[in-house]
T-cell receptor, first 111, second 116 residues
Framework: DVKVTQSSRYLVKRTGEKVFLECVQD?????MFWYRQDPGLGLRLIYF???????EKGDIPEGYSVSREKKERFSLILESASTNQTSMYLC??????????FGSGTRLTVV | AQSVAQPEDQVNVAEGNPLTVKCTYS??????LFWYVQYPNRGLQFLLK??????LVKGSYGFEAEFNKSQTSFHLKKPSALVSDSALYFC??????????????FGQGTTLQVKP
């Protein structure tokens, strides 16, 4: 089975901190994605990557950046965390046009 | 532009009864449609997808979904609900003509509550 592993299940950070969320997949998928999930809003795409060092903005990229230096790893960076970035963050990967495999999520609280 | 709507925030059903979770979509080309399920404190799990072919798609855990092009719907169904089916369900769509990365648009989610 494909595994997508997110490094932290729960994270509490202070306003203004730089925050790194890490995601690793073990099945050589080309595509990787970062979503945030908020009640009533479903999943919203922050950034995605279709190859190493390649990235594209999703629907809500403001306040975030990403890094993909290796195929298996896709990092989400909050440059200066703010309270409105308190959310559940989900990483996913897929083959070309395949269904997504999701990680278990990181619940981030910014205080 | 692509969009997907799940008109019900919550669906309640008694165990053993059939269940339906509704989804409608809008795309400019042919749709690729997906259903995912999320159990508490977990990531999303893939249930089933429609790409082409038979309008009735069978998926995991006894779920199926019916693609209806004229009504632009892709409702999730199960003949006999289980308490363990209680979870949050997401419908997602992508346009056949969208880029290689297959950007999916997710609905807002429907909470399914199955009571014993």
């Amino acid at each position: 089975d494909v595994k997508v592993t997110q490094s932290s299940r729960y994270l509490v950070k202070r306003t203004g901190e730089k925050v790194f969320l890490e995601c690793v997949q073990d099945m050589d998928h080309e595509n990787m994605f970062w979503y945030r999930q908020d009640p009533g809003l479903g999943l919203r795409l922050i950034y995605f990557s279709y190859d190493v060092k390649m990235k594209e903005k999703g629907d809500i990229p403001e306040g975030y950046s990403v890094s993909r230096e290796k195929k298996e790893r896709f990092s989400l960076i909050l440059e200066s965390a703010s309270t409105n970035q308190t959310s559940m963050y989900l990483c996913a990967s897929s083959l070309y046009q395949g269904s997504r495999t999701f990680g278990s999520g990181t619940r981030l609280t910014v205080v | 532009a692509q969009s997907v709507a799940q008109p019900e925030d919550q669906v309640n059903v008694a165990e053993g009864n059939p269940l339906t979770v509704k989804c409608t979509y809008s795309v400019s080309g042919n749709p690729y449609l997906f259903w995912y399920v999320q159990y508490p404190n977990r990531g999303l799990q893939f249930l089933l997808k429609y790409i082409t072919g038979d309008n009735l798609v069978k998926g995991s855990y006894g779920f199926e979904a019916e693609f209806n092009k004229s009504q632009t719907s892709f409702h999730l169904k199960k003949p006999s609900a289980l308490v363990s089916d209680s979870a949050l369900y997401f419908c997602a769509v992508r346009d056949e003509g969208s880029s290689n990365t297959g950007k999916l648009i997710f609905g807002q989610g429907t909470t399914l509550q199955v009571k014993p």
